[in-house]
């Protein structure tokens, strides 16, 4: 079965610290594709990032950076220099089976302080 | 502007009552997909569309109903059979799905609906 593992309930931290959020998945699929989805105050869900289980390959898009080890079954995100903005709740999800279900974690609360 | 759509934001119900939700998208995706969420959790699938008129139940179906008679609507009807229905719902769609390459399409998703029972 797949499943998602975001142990981090909610972190704080002030303006301009880094912050990892941690990432742990299942499932017995050779071929799987893991996201990360934001989802400010209004509700919306913003797609952040997608990676496929063939590419390891950190990824960096400004102050965000993703870093996915299949050994571990990890896929971490981590923002530098956090801003108030990037408060917010940060889910990770794993696609599976036909029609490209996703399995989400239970999402960690971002909160920045100025 | 293309994107997703969803109506109201906000919906209160009685006890007792069938509501519908609405989930529109002019992405020209051609899957569709509800979930649910409830506070400090994260989504649970509910139903998915993968073409028109056809659709598949998720992981919590029970209590309701969909329909695809458009590519680009798929609303929700949240029955007097669900027994918990106060929740944050989320319409997502995602762009043709190739069938020899699973999960590759990246689902995006309307702003929800927040769903209460009085």
């Known amino acids: 079965a797949q499943k998602v593992t975001q142990a981090q309930t909610e972190i704080s931290v002030v303006e301009k610290e880094d912050v990892t959020l941690d990432c742990v998945y299942e499932?017995?699929?050779?071929?799987?594709?893991l996201f990360w989805y934001k989802q400010p105050p209004s509700g919306e869900l913003v797609f952040l990032i997608r990676r496929n289980s063939f590419d390891e390959q950190n990824e960096i898009s400004g102050r965000y950076s993703w870093n996915f080890q299949k050994s571990t079954s990890s896929f971490n995100f981590t923002i530098t220099a956090s801003q108030v903005v990037d408060s917010a709740v940060y889910f990770c999800a794993l696609s599976y089976g036909y029609g490209n279900k996703l399995v989400f974690g239970a999402g960690t609360i971002l909160r920045v302080k100025s | 502007d293309g994107g997703i759509t969803q109506s109201p934001k906000y919906l209160f119900r009685k006890e007792g009552q069938n509501v519908t939700l609405s989930c529109e998208q002019n992405l020209n995706h051609d899957a569709m997909y509800w979930y649910r969420q409830d506070p400090g959790q994260g989504l649970r699938l509910i139903y998915y569309?993968?073409?028109?008129?056809?659709?598949q139940k998720g992981d919590i179906a029970e209590g309701y109903s969909v329909s695809r008679e458009k590519k680009e609507s798929f609303p929700l009807t949240v029955t007097s059979a669900q027994k918990n229905p106060t929740a944050f719902y989320l319409c997502?769609?995602?762009?043709?799905?190739?069938?020899?390459?699973?999960?590759?399409?990246?689902?995006?998703f309307g702003p929800g609906t927040r769903l209460t029972v009085l």
């Open positions: 499932t017995r699929d050779t071929t799987y594709y």
């Open positions: 997502a769609s995602s762009a043709p799905t190739r069938t020899s390459d699973r999960g590759t399409d990246t689902q995006y």
């Open positions: 569309s993968q073409i028109v008129n056809d659709f």
